[in-house]
C-alpha cells in the first residue's frame, strides 16, 4: 500500500514507507574470489587466473574511470528507477566486480552485488552496467514482496527480471539522459533467444502501464506458459 509521495526534479512519486534508500551508490571494485566463483572447468580457470594475472594493473585504472562515470549519472538513475518502480533500492551501496572474463552478472537478491567486464569504454559500460543492477532490483522486489502470492521458478523470475531491465533501460524517454548515444532500444538480438517470445509481448504491457506493479503481474501471467526458463 503507498502511503506517501515524493518529489525529486519535478516528479512526483509513490514510495513505501517499508522501503529503504532512495539514493543508492555503487562502488567498483575488483575482487577475485568473488569472480571466481562464476569460473567452470579446468581450461576456465587456468584462462581466468591468466587473464587476472595479465590485466590486474589496467583494471585497476579503469575501475576509476568507470566509477568517475557511473557517479555522474549515480543520484538520477537512483531516483529513476525509484520512479518507475516504485521500489526504493533496498541497500544503500552495491558493489560491483570489475572482471577480466565475465561480461555481465546480476545477483538474484541475495545481496547488493554485481559483475561487469573491465574492458569497455568507462561511458558505454553505463547501460550494462545499470541492466545488471536493475535485475538484482527486481528480483528484490519479487523476493520481499510477490514471491508469496505470485510462486514462479528462479528461472522465469529472472526471465522476467532481464526484460524488465531491457525496458526499463530503453522505454522511457527520462532513460536516454543516461545513455544518449546508444540507439540500441529495446533490443532482442541478444544473447538469450529463449526470452524474446516473452520479451516482445511484455513491450505494450510496460508502455501501457498503469504502474510497474501491473506490469509486473502482467509478466506473472505470462510467463506461467514458459516453464523451462533459465540463463
Not at 549519472?73 to 572482471?99: H, M, P, Q
Request: aromatic letters at 20%.
Amino acid at each position: 500500500m503507498f502511503i506517501r509521495r515524493v518529489c525529486y526534479n519535478g516528479y512526483v512519486f509513490p514510495l513505501e514507507i517499508r522501503n529503504h534508500f532512495l539514493y543508492m551508490q555503487v562502488q567498483f571494485i575488483i575482487d577475485k574470489k568473488y569472480d571466481r566463483q562464476f569460473v567452470r572447468g579446468k581450461k576456465s580457470l587456468q584462462f581466468f587466473t591468466a587473464q587476472y594475472k595479465v590485466s590486474r594493473f589496467f583494471m585497476e585504472a579503469t575501475l576509476k574511470l568507470y566509477q568517475k562515470s557511473w557517479d555522474e549519472i549515480n543520484d538520477a538513475f537512483s531516483n529513476y528507477i525509484a520512479r518507475e518502480t516504485g521500489y526504493n533500492w533496498f541497500y544503500d551501496a552495491y558493489k560491483c566486480v570489475l572482471s577480466p572474463v565475465h561480461v555481465g552478472i546480476a545477483n538474484w537478491g541475495r545481496e547488493p552485488i554485481i559483475v561487469r567486464a573491465w574492458q569497455e569504454n568507462s561511458y558505454t559500460q553505463r547501460r550494462i552496467t545499470a541492466h545488471e543492477l536493475v535485475i538484482s532490483h527486481y528480483f528484490e522486489i519479487y523476493r520481499r514482496h510477490y514471491a508469496h502470492n505470485y510462486p514462479l521458478t528462479d528461472g522465469q523470475v529472472w526471465a522476467l527480471a532481464e526484460i524488465a531491465a531491457f525496458a526499463l533501460t530503453s522505454l522511457p524517454r527520462d532513460i536516454r539522459q543516461f545513455w544518449p548515444w546508444d540507439s540500441s532500444g529495446y533490443y532482442t538480438d541478444h544473447n538469450y533467444p529463449q526470452i524474446v517470445p516473452l520479451q516482445k509481448k511484455l513491450k505494450n504491457s510496460f508502455l501501457k502501464k498503469k504502474n510497474f506493479e501491473e506490469y509486473m503481474k502482467r509478466g506473472f501471467a505470462l510467463v506461467k506458459k514458459f516453464s523451462d526458463l533459465k540463463p
